[in-house]
C-alpha cells in the first residue's frame, strides 16, 4: 500500500462532516481523541508529510506534465527517423544517378557498336566509345581500326578499363577483345 493510500485510510477514520464541523466552529472533540493533543498532532504532521512526498511524484506522470515527456522522446524518434530516411534517400539517389550514367553510357556505345560494325577500310573513322562510369568520351579513344593495331598493352588497359572490361592477358588478347567489343569485323582491322 503507498504512503498516499496509508495516509488517505487513517484520514478516513475522522468524521466526514469535521470540515463542516471545522468551518462552524463546533470541533472539540473527535470520537476517541482530541484535535489538539500532540498524538494527533504528530499523525496529522506525518499524513501531510507522506502526501507531501506522494504529491510531488505527481510531476512525473504523463498526464501531469501534459506528455511533455512523451512529446519531446516522439521527436526525438522522429528527427532519427528523418535523417535515417535523408541517409537512405542520398544512398539510393547515388545508386539510381549510377545506374542512369552507366545505362545511358551503354545505350552510346552500342550504338557506337552498331556503327562501327559497317566499316569496311581500316582508315574509317570509328565511333568512340563512352566510359561506362561517367558517360563521357573515352580520352585517346583509337580514331580508325589502323589505330587500333598500333596501340601498345598500357594504352589499351587506358580503354579497357572505363569500358568495364578485363585488362588481363597480353597485348594481341586485349586487342581482340576491344575489337569484338567495338563490333569490329576482322577483316576491317
Known amino acids: 500500500m503507498s504512503s498516499l493510500q496509508q495516509g488517505a485510510s487513517s484520514f478516513g477514520r475522522i468524521d466526514p462532516n469535521f ?5 462552524l466552529g463546533r470541533v472539540a ?4 481523541c482530541c484535535l489538539y493533543c500532540d498524538k ?15 504529491f510531488d511524484k505527481l510531476q512525473n506522470l504523463p498526464v501531469i ?17 528523418n535523417s ?14 549510377a545506374l542512369e550514367t552507366r545505362q545511358l553510357a551503354s545505350e552510346q556505345n552500342a550504338i557506337s557498336r552498331i556503327q ?5 577500310s581500316p582508315n ?16 585517346n579513344f583509337p580514331s580508325t581500326t589502323h589505330d587500333l593495331g598500333r596501340l601498345n598493352a598500357g594504352q589499351l588497359d587506358t580503354i579497357l578499363e572505363p569500358l568495364g572490361l578485363s585488362i588481363g592477358g ?3 588478347q586485349k586487342r581482340e577483345r576491344l575489337r569484338v567489343y567495338m563490333g569490329l569485323r576482322r577483316a576491317a582491322v
Do not use: W
Not at 65 to 81: K, P, V
Open 19 to 23: 470540515h463542516a464541523k471545522l468551518a
Open 29 to 32: 472533540q473527535i470520537p476517541g
Open 40 to 54: 494527533c498532532l504528530r499523525e496529522i504532521s506525518n499524513n501531510c508529510m507522506r502526501f507531501a512526498s506522494e
Open 65 to 81: 506534465d501534459a506528455g511533455a515527456s512523451i512529446l519531446a522522446a516522439l521527436n526525438r524518434m522522429e528527427g532519427t527517423l
Open 84 to 97: 535515417r530516411f535523408d541517409a537512405l534517400e542520398a544512398r539510393f539517389d547515388a545508386r539510381f544517378d
Open 116 to 120: 562501327n560494325s559497317y566499316l569496311e
Open 124 to 139: 574509317s573513322p570509328l565511333a568512340p566509345f563512352h566510359n561506362v562510369q561517367t558517360n563521357t568520351v573515352i580520352p
Open 170 to 172: 597480353n597485348t594481341s
